[in-house]
């Protein structure tokens, strides 16, 4: 049985990175006023948020190995796994 994986990072398309980026042009270009996705400008910040939830997908997928040494660095220990035995009895 492996470790569970940690989520590192969540996240996500559209509700999290391009409405942010969205939020954040009104706050830094109030002049820019076309927010539809024919927008050159939109289409680049969907691009950078596509590139940006491939490279969480990546950073999510930690192997176990590099999970295990990480515990091991904060002095956790992981005990062995055991056989499990069940007496059988006639009836």
Sequence with gaps: MSLPAPNLDDLRFQPDIVDEA?????????????????????????????????IVYRL????????????KLLRVCLLMSLKSFLPLIKI
């Design 60 to 71: 999510n997928q930690v192997p176990d190995i590099s999970f295990q040494k990480v515990l």
């Design 22 to 54: 969205r939020r954040r042009i009104v706050r830094y270009c109030p002049e820019w006023t076309d927010y539809n996705i024919s927008d050159p400008g939109i289409t680049l910040i969907e691009l950078f948020a596509w590139m940006t939830e491939m």
